[in-house]
């Protein structure tokens, strides 16, 4: 390869010549191990993973769950001049080319978004040490952990608790200096910024000092959860999640370690249902090598949460209708929204074919239910007459069917039904109506074309969540302005019927 170079390259001086090429070799070699690097490994950890070396180089097959086919999916590719303001910027690919740390003892690098003003940051060869985090274990049965304070939830981090080799003998010095890393990940207004904590106290290892207790040669994505019992809170988290695995342009879909002390959860269902598994840090021997790590934002930098808090404006539509400008389309939450239910097995194929015509109508519940260990038990109450709405929808439902069409209301509890069930009734219904509420971030998981939200907006919850979601996944809504937490069951009532009208006159009910 040397002689042709030289061939193509130098006709002038020899030195300058000689530079030249072995500048070249040296640019290339660093593509070539790079790409290597990121591409071949990932296999299951275990007995016959390959020796430590450096670079840990692994050529087989990565494991975990392959990435179903989505039909509003497009390419997560980087794409130079994208206006950090646009949809694209926010809820796809607006991060940079990487910055990278180590170069050329290690790989570890980051992708800064200036939309997100945050980074997506992954290493190869790398070292978790569970015992330098100081949290809670997690994953515990909710009553065996009433009382706990959310300060031992969350992760402190000690010198060393990740570590990355280097090949040389010598210090163990931290990866990152403090500029870089306050450029990287700003804390902003975050107070307990644990991403960036956590980057900060990465110190480098020398090679014959590692041990391993365990190795995981599938790519895992460490994700510290905020709010982690919010479905709203939670939704952030999956999305970036997911994100972050299409950035780091894994082939199948990663493991998850959570570097937090959260006890179980009814959401822990969904985290199972997208990743292939879900590894709590404390739950894990150490020290554990990872050959293939990634960071994934934290749920306050994330487009999700970012997006319902600046107001931004974008259109939700189908990938084919997506125009080449990415400034305020996107079809970005159909996408990951497709991937939810496609990772619980519901494809919205099979839950259009209802026998005969019936429409379901879908009524998100807030219900008691002890939802985290500080929780009273009681969530606020945004609608005061549940009950008498529910009725109210039953007596209409009754009156409107005729032989060509049957209504169904669904009693949506919820907090009683799996995730599954969920997203089943969700994907089956025509309208959705609910109160400011978590649980109607189910929007984001309905039929784009085929359904529509009604929210009931009480004067004491005017927040923008939902409208904002509809808008982003291109779907139809309405919203009830009520006078108090008590709705007027007769404005529901018009209101759904004249929705329901809406809706048969567009012929997306069959
Ligand atoms: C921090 O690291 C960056 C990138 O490696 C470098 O450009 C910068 O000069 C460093 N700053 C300090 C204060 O060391
Ligand atoms: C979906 O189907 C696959 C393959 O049949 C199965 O392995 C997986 O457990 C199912 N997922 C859920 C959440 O039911
Ligand atoms: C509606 O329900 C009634 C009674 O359950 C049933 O007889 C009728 O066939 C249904 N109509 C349609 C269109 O499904």
């Known amino acids: 390869m040397g002689t042709r170079k030289r061939k193509w390259r130098c006709t002038g001086i020899k030195k300058t010549c000689v530079k030249r090429v072995v500048v070249l070799l040296v640019v290339l070699n660093a593509l070539q191990f790079l790409v290597y690097l990121l ?7 275990g007995n016959n993973a390959p020796p430590l070396n450096f670079p840990a180089i692994v ?7 392959p990435w179903p086919r989505l039909p509003s999916f497009t390419p997560w590719d980087l794409k130079a001049d994208l206006d950090p303001a646009s949809c694209e910027a926010f809820f796809g690919n607006g991060f940079t080319q990487p910055f990278r740390l180590l170069d050329p003892k290690g790989l570890f690098h980051c992708f800064y978004s200036e939309t ?14 569970p015992k330098r985090i100081k949290m809670a274990k997690g994953g515990e049965p909710l009553d065996s952990v009433i009382g706990r304070n959310e300060e031992e939830e969350l992760p402190y981090f000690t010198s060393g608790a990740f570590q990355i080799f280097v090949p040389e003998r010598g210090g163990r010095k931290p990866l990152f200096n403090k500029t870089l890393l306050e450029y990287l990940i700003p804390k902003g207004t975050v107070q307990e910024h644990t991403l960036h904590h956590l980057l900060e106290q990465i110190r480098t290892i020398p090679l014959n000092e590692v041990t391993c ?11 510290t959860r905020f709010e982690y019992a919010n479905l709203f809170h939670t939704v952030t988290d999956w999305y970036s999640a997911y994100m972050t695995s299409r950035i780091a342009k894994l082939k199948k879909r990663p493991r998850l370690i959570f570097v937090d002390g959260h006890c179980k959860s009814s959401m822990d269902d969904g985290w199972q249902a997208m990743f292939s598994g879900v590894n709590f840090a404390r739950h894990l021997a150490g020290p554990v090598c990872f050959d293939h790590l990634i960071f994934a934002p934290l749920g306050y930098n994330t487009p999700l949460f970012k997006g319902v808090n600046q107001g931004i404006f974008c259109q939700g539509c ?9 400034q305020y389309q996107t079809a970005r939450l159909r996408e990951f929204g497709e991937m939810f239910t496609s990772a619980f097995n519901i494809s919205s194929a099979t839950s259009s074919s209802q026998e005969g015509r019936v429409v379901k109508v879908l009524f998100i519940r807030r219900e008691d239910y002890l939802a985290h260990p500080r929780h009273i038990g009681k969530p606020e109450s945004r609608l005061s007459n549940e009950e008498e709405v529910l009725e109210a929808l039953n007596t209409w439902a009754s009156r409107r069917a005729s032989d060509e069409l049957n209504i169904t209301i669904v009693n949506g509890l919820f907090a009683h039904m799996s995730m599954q069930e969920q997203l089943q009734q969700v ?18 998981f309905a039929r784009p074309e085929e359904t529509a939200v009604l929210e009931l907006v009480s004067p004491y919850f005017v927040r923008p969540h939902f409208q904002a979601m509809s808008q982003w996944m291109g779907m139809e809504y309405h919203a009830i302005e009520m006078g108090s937490s008590e709705a007027d069951c007769s404005e529901v009532i018009d209101r759904v019927d004249s929705i329901l009208t809406g809706l048969l006159r567009k012929h997306v009910i069959s």
């Open 116 to 129: 997100l003003r945050t980074s997506i940051c992954e290493g190869t060869n790398m070292v978790m040490n």
């Open 59 to 65: 050529m087989r097959q990565v494991s975990g769950k």
């Open 213 to 223: 207790a365990q190795r995981v040669t599938q790519p895992a994505v460490v994700v």
């Open 427 to 444: 994907q089956q219904s025509s309208i959705i109506v609910g109160a400011h509420g978590a649980g109607l971030s189910h929007i984001l």
């Open 318 to 326: 189908s990938a084919s209708d997506l125009e080449k400008d990415l």
């Open 39 to 45: 591409h071949s490994l990932g296999v299951d950890g």
